[in-house]
């Protein structure tokens, strides 16, 4: 079997089964892209992935993970502003961190062209929301491919580089969990690896480049001619707008995206299925298409994920044009929400046609209930001491405020730490708010490394300026841990190799923060002792509780054959049976028979040994490797 980097290396055309990420790095290959910039975020983390299997000598562009994904924009824009072809990719809220710079993207003759990929998340698989980037699109003037599968990932990313180069324009490439993470066979062209021209193209005065009060209009005006210019390029696209005819006069699905392979799996068993038509750009809509497909049609069914947006627009559509055709839309809150699966897809066409479809084959179920399995902390993350100490120091009334990361998963029992939770870098400036009229309720924020450098520094600065009395306990664990251990300003290394690292407490003394502990996560005592002198102190006060992911360490350790296998042991002599290694120390390798007995799973166990000092009967021991 071929490794991934011979796969993407390869020269000729050929056919191989990838999934969605993976296809849109060789895309970005044959087609020529020069820069792409990133932050981490799923459902996108595995192009990086991809690009990361390619050596370093072989890669054919530069890529980097920014500091955010307002960063990563920024640094592709300006490469391809000089002439270099550029693509940057994050998740679907990442959008809201780039949204300041990317609104005005549509505004710039971009030289060199540049795609924007969206990892949007229908269904909030791995998001604090399910938004609906298509929005981001009607606001900014920037047209949006939409593929259903790997190989139209492939195929329409080169299609986007291609009429983002020529109209210099901007184009958004929105891809959804089910694409990027879906399976397919795909056949890829031939890869012309050739050195690139690396000339920079940059002139100054020829456009408006500043967007001040007297050509910010000027620019607009050019962004919506320039659309006007995409929608004449893509008119007779037909791949892009696909019609598939069932002769069927009556009825009419519009879909696009993932949900059109659900409609095809549901219409598979359909003795009479309706007309289709099928969108691969979903902004700015082909009119044209539209019109004579819905004139043709008594009966049409919008059928999209998320928002009735496409919904809004082909009704208005009809109303312009008098185009007499019943469209059916969203009918439940429910339509609004989730991922359209083929079940979703069914159940929505069974109420809008009841005779379309056979009935629907049952699959008998298990009478057997697994218990559930709620999201938990890895055996021996340094979190877990943290969150058991803070919770012995805090009363029941004070407030702990989360922040996106591994440690937002303290807010399940047993921890119950940290009640509110906003977007990524809020808490600092979200414990102030508590923090004002507040003599009584002691407020505590957590920020995790790779956000405090993503968007936490703003809101310490606000704390200080504006002498707000909140503590924040900073958890470094090195990584960016829970999108696949992705390096920041603070690992010492970057995508490319070493750098130097820029440590926490050096920031917060630039900024003027005075009152600095740290300790190690493991050291609940001292950690505790910590947390009670910050929390009585006046104006900003910080602790650094420093471990490293252990997920991470153990997989390094054992790639590199110097783990050691060390074990938790149970001196059953000595055990209370207080269980509170497991309701309050909460680590999954305690495992128990009805109350019974306290034993060890010696499959999650990783022998760090940071529960020892939770059991107050001292019946926990730590069996090290000869």
């Known amino acids: 079997m071929k490794k991934l980097n011979e796969i993407l290396l390869q020269t000729d055309s050929f056919s191989e089964v990838v999934i969605g990420n993976t296809a849109i790095v060789r895309a970005m290959m044959e087609s020529g892209v020069r820069v792409v910039t990133s932050y981490p975020g799923s459902p996108t983390p595995e192009i990086a992935n991809a690009i990361q299997s390619i050596p370093a000598e072989q890669r054919p562009f530069y890529f980097e993970f920014s500091v955010n994904e307002k960063v990563a924009t920024e640094l592709a824009f300006g490469a391809a502003m000089n002439g270099h ?69 492939y195929q329409y990313f080169k299609l986007a580089v291609q009429y983002s180069r020529e109209l210099q324009m901007p184009v958004i490439f929105r891809m959804t969990t089910h694409v990027c993470h879906g399976k397919e066979k795909v056949n890829f062209g031939k890869w012309d690896n050739k050195p690139h021209d690396t000339t920079p193209r940059f002139e100054k005065g020829k456009t408006p480049l500043i967007p001040i009060t007297t050509l910010a209009l000027e620019m607009k005006r050019k962004a919506l001619e320039k659309l006007n210019s995409f929608s004449s390029a893509i008119k007779n696209a037909s791949f892009l707008q696909h019609i598939i005819n069932n002769n069927s006069p009556e009825k009419g699905i519009i879909t696009s995206g993932a949900t059109f392979l659900s409609l095809m799996d549901v219409l598979s068993t359909c003795a009479h299925p309706p007309d289709i038509l099928k969108l691969g750009i979903t902004y700015p809509l082909p009119i044209d298409t539209l019109a004579e497909f819905l004139s043709t049609h008594k009966e049409v069914k919008i059928l999209e994920e998320l ?62 209930i697994s218990p559930p399995r709620p999201p938990q902390l890895c055996p021996g993350c340094g979190h877990r001491p943290v969150f058991t100490a803070t919770r012995k120091v805090l009363s029941e009334n004070d407030i702990t405020v989360a922040d996106i990361g591994c440690h937002t998963l ?93 440590t926490i407490r050096q920031v917060l003394e630039g900024l003027g923060v005075k009152n600095i502990r740290e300790t190690g996560a493991y050291n609940q005592s001292k950690y505790a002792e910590h947390l009670e002198a910050s929390i009585n102190e006046e104006g900003l006060s910080v602790i650094i509780a420093e471990h490293p992911c252990m997920l991470k360490k153990t997989k390094e350790q054992k790639r590199g054959e110097t783990y050691k296998n060390n074990k938790i042991n149970i001196l059953q002599e000595n055990c209370d049976l207080l269980l509170t290694c497991i309701s309050s120390f909460a680590c999954p390798s305690f495992q128990t028979e009805k109350g019974k007995k306290v034993w060890v799973h010696e499959d999650l166990c990783i022998g760090d040994g940071s529960c020892i000092q939770t059991c107050e009967s001292k019946a926990i021991k730590l069996k090290k490797e000869k």
């Open 85 to 153: 072809t550029s693509c940057v990719f994050f998740k679907s809220v990442g959008l809201n961190v780039a949204a300041d710079s990317f609104i005005q993207l549509g505004f710039f003759d971009i030289k060199g062209g540049m795609v924007v990929v969206l990892g949007d998340d229908p269904g909030a698989l791995s998001s604090q929301n399910e938004q609906d980037n298509r929005h981001y699109a009607r606001m900014s003037y920037i047209p949006v491919f939409e593929p259903a599968s790997p190989t139209e990932a």
């Open 410 to 502: 303290g807010y399940l029992p047993p921890h119950n730490v940290g009640q509110i939770l906003l977007s990524m870098g809020h808490s600092t400036a979200t414990a102030c708010g508590f923090s004002l009229f507040n003599t009584e309720r002691k407020v505590v924020a957590f920020l995790g490394d790779s956000t405090f450098f993503h968007a936490g520094i703003p809101g310490i600065v606000n704390a200080l300026f504006n002498k707000h009395n909140v503590t924040l306990v900073v958890l470094p664990n090195g990584t960016t841990g829970m999108t696949g251990h992705q390096d920041h300003p603070g690992s010492g290394k970057n995508f490319n190799g070493e750098t130097s690292a820029i």
């Open 307 to 368: 928002d009735d947006i496409l919904e809004k627009e082909i009704k208005s559509l009809c109303y312009d044009r008098n185009i007499q055709c019943k469209l059916i839309g969203k009918s439940s809150i429910d339509d609004w929400m989730g991922e359209y699966t083929p079940d979703k897809v069914y159940d929505i066409l069974q109420r809008t046609w009841a005779n379309l479809l056979p009935e629907k084959i049952f699959v008998k179920q298990s009478t057997h």
